[in-house]
């Protein structure tokens, strides 16, 4: 069988029309895109003294991506107020650096669905409830990201057996539904199916949110489970609750989370609590916005602590007793405090600066950098940071 090309003049014209005739039948076809970047200069100081993992004080500069993508959607009119809705979007990394085995293409959020007067179905890949509603965050996509601390690690394109501590997750396997706006008031649903097996169990997530923006007043209350992340009969869930307010060019914000875990260690199912919470601001200042962000982890509580102590009297760390970052016992919580400016040079274009304090207790493990961080980083860490960076929006 004889293959051949068409010319790249030809092949655009045939693609051209195709998509003309598909718009004049009721379609419609988006581009879209999203690129952001910036230089960062940062300092991780020496981990406390009591921690067995150590870890060099270290100053480093870099060029980062601070979660640009490209997509495409669009939707086709079936008549009788029903649509089918389409969105393939994809990872950019402006700066080369694609992690090792990863597929960027379609790995964001990415479905096919119907929408319909009595909401939308979609399946795909598409983040959870629960991080669709901590993204409310004033740094979404970039290293001050208040969700790391929040969710607890922010874990980009997962199954149900990977990063299993982050509530902040964009869910593959998902089926999807969404309300219609209700004066302001929409609710969502997302299942993720068990594909995945572990050699004990079969893991699932459910989560779930409800959402009123209205005015100057925004709400939401959002709540997930998961379903065998810790071996057999355990069930991890959370609860997130977020509040803002608009006064003029002030608006206030802030959130509570409350996340449970539960692990299966031989025979025994451990328990861990914790709390995480933030305080947000901003500030209009003409084409200027001024942001600040408190974000807090409290101290884990229960019987699932990581944390022990050798002969010579040092912290030591056993990773399969942590849920992600997070772990039961004294001095493991950490906080941040982020503050940033943007300027719009356009309504697409914008530049922006960021700084970041974080710290660590004694024996917190939390990190500010995107992803979900290995638990056997080292404890106690500080870091400063300050970026300069570009961002547009097509």
């Known amino acids: 069988m004889k293959s051949f090309r068409l010319p790249h003049a030809m092949a655009a014209a045939a693609l051209c029309a195709a998509s003309t005739s598909a718009l004049a039948q009721g379609s419609d076809l988006t581009l879209y895109g999203y690129l952001n970047t910036a230089v960062e200069s940062y300092h991780k100081g020496a981990a406390a003294s009591s921690s067995a993992v150590g870890l060099p004080s270290a ?25 089918a809705l389409f969105q393939v979007e994809s990872y950019v990394f402006l700066d080369g650096v694609t992690p090792p085995g990863f597929n960027a293409f379609a790995s964001r959020n990415t479905r096919v669905g119907l929408e319909t007067p009595y ?42 057996v990977q990063a299993p501590g982050s509530f902040a997750r964009r869910q593959v396997n998902t089926l999807a539904y969404w ?18 097996a572990t050699p004990t169990a079969r893991p699932r997530l459910l989560s779930t949110s409800a959402v009123y923006d209205g005015g100057p007043l925004s709400l939401g209350a959002a709540f997930e489970t998961h379903g065998r992340y810790g071996g057999a ?45 933030q305080l947000q601001a901003t500030y209009r200042l003409g084409k200027g916005l001024l942001k600040a962000a408190y974000t807090r982890a409290d101290n884990g509580s229960g019987s699932l ?28 919580g950490a906080s941040q405090i982020a503050l940033g400016y943007e300027y719009g040079l356009s309504k697409r274009t914008a530049w922006h600066t960021n700084l970041l304090f974080h710290r660590n207790e004694r024996n917190g493990a939390y990190t500010p950098f995107a992803g979900v961080p290995s638990p056997t980083g080292a404890l106690g860490v500080r870091t400063r940071l300050l970026s300069v960076g570009l961002r547009h929006v097509f």
């Open 119 to 160: 909401g939308t179905v979609f399946g795909g890949v598409w983040d959870t409830p629960v991080r669709m509603l901590l993204a409310r965050d004033l740094f979404p996509g970039s290293t001050p990201d208040g969700g790391q601390i929040l969710g607890n690690g922010v874990a980009n394109t997962v199954s149900n």
């Open 233 to 277: 009969g355990t069930q991890d869930r959370a609860w997130v609750l977020y509040g803002a307010y608009t006064f003029g060019d002030l608006k206030l914000g802030a959130y509570v989370v409350d996340m449970h875990y539960e692990r299966l260690i031989g025979s025994d199912t451990l328990d861990l609590d914790v709390r995480n919470w």
């Open 59 to 83: 100053t480093t500069s870099r060029l980062t991506n601070y979660g640009s993508f490209f997509g495409t959607r669009g939707s086709e009119d079936l008549g009788g107020g029903m649509k």
């Open 179 to 196: 309300s219609p706006s209700m004066n302001g008031l929409r609710l969502m649903a997302h299942y993720s199916f068990g594909e995945d």
């Open 305 to 332: 602590s990581a944390l022990g102590t050798d002969t010579n009297g040092q912290v030591t760390v056993d990773a399969s007793r942590m849920a992600g970052q997070a772990t039961a016992g004294p001095d493991t």
